[in-house]
């Protein structure tokens, strides 16, 4: 497995695994605690596992939370996903940059993304699943979303959006969640 800096999002890796490929499938290792702890993460700091699965066209996202923040290790186990993420770090050498990545089941990588960043994806097979590892529990209370086509943001989502949560749908600009950040 390595692990590769994202510079589009300071803090931000991606980790890709070697697949053993055979007649029955693939085997492949998805989480090291030692390749994360190379790159100055605690992998003890993770405490929840979530999987959401999704079809063709649902967008989810974009989200992140308030207060401390939230660090994830997001994968696509199964199907392809249009990840996102945009770093919202004020003082990050980052700050309002995004980064796009196709994820997949076939490739099994990781994306970590930082807390302070917001992350979204678009489900672009049939059923897609994807896996988040956060590194604090989820208190719905601080949850923040934002618009997905927003246009200061210029997402290029590669797929019609099909389907959104209510709360997806109804979320506040980019100009507007940072103006509540700030408080």
Do not use: N
């Amino acid at each position: 497995m390595k692990a590769t800096e994202v510079p589009a999002i300071s803090g931000a890796y991606l980790f890709e695994p070697t697949p053993y490929t055979d007649e029955r499938g693939f085997f492949c290792r998805t989480f090291d605690a030692e390749v994360v702890r190379s790159v100055g993460l605690d992998p003890d700091a993770f405490v929840q596992d979530s999987l959401s699965r999704s079809v063709r066209g649902v967008l989810r996202g974009l989200h992140l939370r308030s207060g401390a923040g939230e660090a994830k290790l997001v994968r696509c186990s199964y199907g392809r996903i249009f990840d996102v993420v945009v770093d919202l770090r004020p003082d990050s050498p980052t700050y309002l940059g995004r980064a796009t990545f196709e994820l997949s089941g076939e490739t099994q990588a990781t994306l970590y993304v930082p807390a302070g960043c917001a992350h979204g994806f678009q489900a672009l097979t049939g059923t897609a699943d994807t896996s988040y590892r956060i590194d604090r529990e989820h208190d719905p209370a601080e949850d923040v979303t934002i618009a997905f086509d927003d246009p200061d943001l210029a997402i290029p989502w590669p797929l019609p959006v099909t389907s959104a949560s209510p709360r997806d749908r109804a979320a506040p600009s980019l100009a507007e969640v940072l103006k509540q950040l700030e408080k």
